[in-house]
């Protein structure tokens, strides 16, 4: 196994990593800035305004990209274990 193939290897991990979790951290991101604009807006400094809606907006996008996150992580676990042999040599 040349360097070369495993920096592509890590490479690859890597972006996938990213493309799996990008989804969700756009959604956390997004309902924090709205939550920011509304506690902004209406004055309301508790934490628990802030952190419960979060929350409920990152589980659901998990809940609902969990499929696509599943199809997506077992086929690279099937194109890294397909190709277990020819890592080997």
Known sequence: MTPDSVVQIVR???????MLSAPILAVGLAASV??????IVTSIQD???STVPRLVAVLAALVFSMPWILHKAIAYATLILGNLGRYGQ
């Open 12 to 18: 690859d991990m890597l972006m996938v990593t990213l």
């Open 34 to 39: 709205v939550i920011s604009l509304l506690q």
């Open 47 to 49: 934490s628990t305004f």
